[in-house]
């Protein structure tokens, strides 16, 4: 029979999930215990150079991983991964542009071709797994290359599109109702990947996304970074894929347009945001020859667990808890999350050439890994089980999570909750957190209460339009129906004014964000990392104590994955 373990003390008078219970001694030790300088030596050494930037698949990722892994078993957590191990093995497919015998040019019905240079005006990658690709189609001009019924919009309304290249504006049309397109936020409409996937199901063979950086939020140096090095696909993806997935930077974009007979980039963009837009095939073919390297490849989720009362590990109850029947019979984890890999290192470059990922996202494996030798300190069982999973190939689209929530390691309606880390820089004490998908959730009212009890304001996402909800893992394990949201601070720090913290951000999204200074120094402040970490062992506590499963807000978008899950037998 399952058991759940149920605190005597609650507050009192609380609605159902903001209902708070009392933190029992053990786990309020567990609490006290997570040491910021644990999580520092845990960061030093995911970024140190021996690492070589964490690639997935390469030696540096393979370090990585087993030193997660390393750390799991010697607290004691539970291997969950393939056969009795730490790792669950995903198949990728690495695929790396060979650039002196890659050639794209913009091919105008008059004039001369306009060949374009890998890095300054283009990237491109080829998703089909094929070590050659080559192309000579019309460019079709889609506007944000969206179909979305609901708001009664579609890019590709009177166009036929197959065996062509669409040329996309990157983000959502703009809004500023927040019942359509989000308003200011970003939906999943405006993430490239949707506009990749959506013109793949229309038979494109190509497309080419056009980067202005108040639209991305990052700058074009961001996307050359990105795509200097392998890509990777999932090798089990049976989705419709395209020939070349490309962006072009801005001034590109302008010259295409020109050739085209049309006004400039922007003009064109703020047409495309406008009703009664209309898709147009421009007097121009995209002419390319992409020649890829192909590495197949696998590369682990490590993942740890803390069975509790309620699973198959342990029975009985423990002494000094309260337990009593529960009825559905059925696990109630919480899942804690954070991305291992990073971007690798460029072969043969002269200098630094490691993109070392420090806060990108070593710091979220630190608190990742400190909550779970928090976690597993607690002398009793858990009502309910803790999974700790160190998730691969973010970078690559959030690749390793995407497995994870098809492949979790228990079914994913007995999952209450993923608690996600990701990129918290070590600026020092926060006053501010970040917890940008939460309210979508019934858990809200108890977020809500916790962080007022950590001295934490809860601030909306400086910048919506950047759509960080759909950037990060947390997203895959929403897709997969599971109430999930990332834990992050805002830009007000103790002994400092918010424009510090905002002036700290954009530096870093300006010089270091995908860049080979992303570093660990000593002078790193991780208390707020520590600060952090706390504050997800007490939502993790409250999720698995609470009277009621976590779920999704009615109407949500998530919502009919849930509920598929829970039917599921």
Avoid at 64 to 80: M, N, S, V, W
Avoid at 117 to 134: E, Q
Avoid at 372 to 389: D, G, K, N, V
Avoid at 444 to 458: C, D, H, M, N, S
């Amino acid at each position: 029979m399952k058991i759940r373990l149920v605190f005597a003390v609650f507050l009192a008078s609380a609605p159902l999930l903001a209902q708070t219970a009392a933190i029992p001694p053990a786990v309020k030790a567990a609490e006290t215990s997570i040491d910021p300088e644990k999580i520092r030596a845990h960061v030093r050494f995911l970024a140190d150079d021996l690492l070589e930037g964490r690639g997935p698949g390469l030696r540096g990722g393979e370090l990585a991983a087993k030193y997660i892994a390393t750390q799991f078993a010697l607290y004691g957590l539970k291997p969950g991964g393939d056969n009795g191990t730490y790792f669950q093995q995903v198949d990728f497919f690495g695929m790396t542009v060979i650039r002196d015998k890659t050639t794209f040019s913009l091919a105008p019905a008059k004039g001369s071709a306009m060949p374009l240079a890998f890095g300054p005006d283009y990237v491109v990658n080829n998703p089909r797994h094929t070590p050659i690709v080559d192309m000579d189609a019309p460019i079709v001009f889609v506007g944000y290359g969206v179909t979305a019924p609901e708001y009664k919009w579609d890019d590709y309304a009177g166009i036929d599109v197959r065996g062509k290249v669409v040329l996309i504006v990157v983000n959502d049309p703009p809004s500023d109702d927040p019942a359509f397109f989000g308003g200011k936020a970003m939906t999943y409409y405006g993430r490239w990947t949707y506009k990749y996937e959506e013109a793949a199901r229309r038979g494109a063979i190509g497309a080419l996304l056009i980067h202005r950086t108040d639209l991305a939020s990052y700058p074009w140096s961001v996307v050359q970074n990105s795509y200097s090095g392998e890509i990777t696909f999932l090798a089990s993806n049976a989705n419709p894929q395209l020939a070349a997935r490309a962006w072009i930077s801005h001034d590109v974009a302008d010259r295409l347009f020109a050739a085209g007979g049309l006004p400039n980039t922007d003009a064109e963009i703020d047409a495309a945001g406008k009703r009664g837009f209309k898709a147009v095939e421009l007097p121009i073919h995209l002419k390319a020859h992409i020649e890829s390297t192909v590495r197949p490849y696998q590369s682990p989720n490590v993942i740890g667990i803390l069975p509790g009362l309620s699973t198959p590990f342990i029975s009985p109850c423990n002494p000094g808890w309260v337990c009593d029947p529960m009825p559905s019979g059925k696990d109630q984890a919480v899942l804690y999350t954070a991305h291992y890999d990073h971007l690798g290192f460029i072969p043969g470059m002269p200098g630094d050439n490691i993109y070392n990922g420090a806060a990108d996202n070593a710091t979220g494996c630190g608190i990742l890994l400190e909550l779970a030798r928090a976690w597993a300190s607690i002398p009793q069982a858990p009502p309910h089980s803790l999974i700790f999973a160190s998730v691969t190939a973010e970078e690559q689209g959030l690749l390793g999570s995407e497995y994870l929530g098809q492949h979790p390691p228990i079914p994913a309606a007995q999952i209450a909750l993923d608690l996600n880390y990701d990129d918290i820089q070590p600026f020092g004490d926060p006053l501010e957190t970040k917890v940008d998908g939460a309210e979508r959730t019934s858990f809200y009212p108890t977020v809500q209460a916790t962080a007022k009890r950590f001295g934490l304001a809860i601030v909306p996402d400086a910048h919506p339009e950047a759509g960080h909800y759909y950037r990060s893992d947390h997203f895959s394990l929403a897709r997969a129906g599971v109430p999930a949201f990332s834990i992050g601070q805002g830009t007000l720090f103790t002994g400092h004014d918010a424009a510090w913290g905002l002036a700290k951000e954009d530096d870093y999204t300006a010089h270091r964000y995908h860049n080979f200074s992303d570093n660990y120094t000593p002078d790193m402040d991780f208390t707020g990392n520590a600060k952090l970490a706390r504050f997800g062992l007490e939502l993790g506590w409250e999720a698995i104590t609470a009277p009621a499963t976590v779920t999704w807000r009615p109407g949500d978008e998530f919502e009919p994955a849930r509920k598929r899950s829970l039917a599921a037998p």
